[in-house]
């Protein structure tokens, strides 16, 4: 069975930093999401199965990082200079592929998913 294990979550200041960390059981293109209260769980980063290619949410390009390690099945998100608006439950997402360099963008191109973990920005 696919596990995706998250940490990193936590509360943290306007500006400040937090790094989410997502553990799976075997190798997938690999997506993070984020959901507040009354919306729908929105993108936010996409990596591909290789690792090679990326891409964001327009609303945090240059602000947060998805990067993975292969080596030990893990997929990171860096997220600096955090905004109140940032707040959320961030999930990560992995998707079985046979196109190693392919980015996925939507919740329905996911096969399995985290738990989710809170992530509070506030003064």
């Known amino acids: 069975q696919v596990q995706l294990v998250e940490s990193g979550g936590g509360s943290v200041q306007p500006g400040g930093s937090l790094r989410l960390s997502c553990a799976t059981s075997?190798?997938?293109?690999m997506g993070w999401f984020r959901r507040t209260p009354g919306k729908e769980r929105e993108f936010v980063a996409t990596?591909?199965?290789?690792?090679?290619?990326?891409d964001y949410a327009d609303s945090v390009k240059g602000q947060f990082t998805i990067s993975r390690d292969n080596g030990k099945n893990t997929v990171n998100l860096q997220m600096d200079s955090l905004k109140p608006e940032d707040t959320a439950v961030y999930y990560c997402?992995?998707?079985?592929?046979?196109?190693?360099?392919?980015?996925?963008?939507?919740?329905?191109?996911?096969?399995?998913w985290g738990q989710g973990t809170q992530v509070t920005v506030s003064s």
């Open positions: 997402a992995a998707k079985t592929t046979y196109y190693p360099a392919r980015l996925y963008y939507t919740t329905q191109d996911y096969d399995y």
């Open positions: 075997g190798r997938y293109a």
């Open positions: 990596i591909t199965w290789s690792g090679g290619s990326t």
